[in-house]
């Protein structure tokens, strides 16, 4: 697999996470039903998205997007809530694009996430 790179989502990636999320929406829509739902257009992506940074600057939640060096678009998508400070866990959720599956992106995002 080439480098992967795991960055915050921001306000500017508007366009290329609406852009993955309606390309996968099929696949992943039992699995992420408020990303799916809440990202009809790019608009309401965009609300979304705001809606995510203001929970990453209160510290409750935070979503990442998935690149593989060379690739301009996002390629995936993690995302972390339900922290338990005391017990040192939270909740991961992810996909990865169906063409970039089977590559180890999946496995490298799990890493970098624990």
């Known amino acids: ?10 306000s500017a ?46 510290g409750g939640s935070f979503a990442y997007l998935l690149h593989v060096e060379g690739q301009d678009a996002p390629v995936g998508m993690v995302m972390l809530k339900s922290f338990d ?8 959720s992810y996909f990865v694009a169906a063409k970039w599956e089977r590559k180890g992106i999946a496995t490298g995002a799990l890493a970098w996430a624990v």
């Open 1 to 10: 697999m080439d480098q992967l790179i795991v960055r915050p989502l921001r």
């Open 13 to 58: 990636d508007v366009p290329a996470c609406f852009e993955l999320i309606d390309r996968e929406r099929a696949r992943i829509a039992n699995f992420f039903p408020t990303t799916t739902t809440r990202c009809q257009d790019e608009r309401s992506c965009a609300a979304y998205v705001r809606e995510l940074e203001q929970q990453a600057i209160a």
């Open 85 to 92: 400070t005391s017990v040192r866990k939270c909740e991961v």
